[in-house]
């Protein structure tokens, strides 16, 4: 059956998992013990490292080996929990330029993550085939922590890719179905974060 075309795209929220990513590539690597396969080694608190190059001219490469509907990318700043210093003392991912590829070409993303150790979340909801790149565009600085002195390198926990590999047997319908459910889940999950966030301004403000 031939797929639908990317305006139907979607898929069970039952089905949305982490995706394997089959190669990572980087711009530069510090050392072997900072190497790319640390973004996806599912351990935040191991980092891929720059080459001390604060970020400058990053570029991340990722490859799933096969067509992929991609809903958030998931980016974990550097952050180890055996040294409280470590979030700090290195540069951090600021504003990124995501690269992915659907049925109607290239398309570009954009986005800016929060200075904050709190992994950063991007919606994507698009039908992905080849290799996905992210571009960093700016970092948030190194600091020094004390009489730490910052470190100069850009340092990324973790990226991690939730989705579900394309299954080519579903209708046209069935595709139209699961994006209604997923829509509803998704704005749910807003609803439900917007009367979290409005409980603790109200809180506050007691």
Known sequence: TTPPTTAFVTQSA????????????????????????NLIDGDPAISWNDA???GEGAVLGFDFGEPVFLNTIVIHNYDNPRDPRSFKRNA?????????????????LQATAPDTAEPFTIPVGALH??????????????????????FL?????????FGTIINDEWTESEW???????????????????????????????
Do not use: N
């Open 176 to 206: 139209m179905e699961s994006a209604i459910r997923d829509m509803q889940q998704t704005i749910a999950a807003f609803e439900a974060e917007i009367a979290t966030l409005t409980s603790a301004l109200e809180t506050a403000s007691d």
């Open 52 to 54: 001390s190059l604060s």
């Open 153 to 161: 390198e850009l340092a990324i926990g973790e990226v991690e890719f």
């Open 92 to 108: 951090r991912v600021k504003d990124i330029e995501i690269e992915y590829h659907t049925a109607d070409g290239t398309t570009v």
């Open 129 to 150: 085939d080849g290799p996905l790149v992210i571009r960093v565009l700016s970092v948030w600085p190194a600091e020094a922590v004390g009489d730490a002195p910052p």
């Open 14 to 37: 039952d089905a949305v998992r982490k995706l394997a990513v089959d190669r990572v590539t980087a711009s530069s690597e510090l050392s072997p013990a900072f190497a790319a396969e």
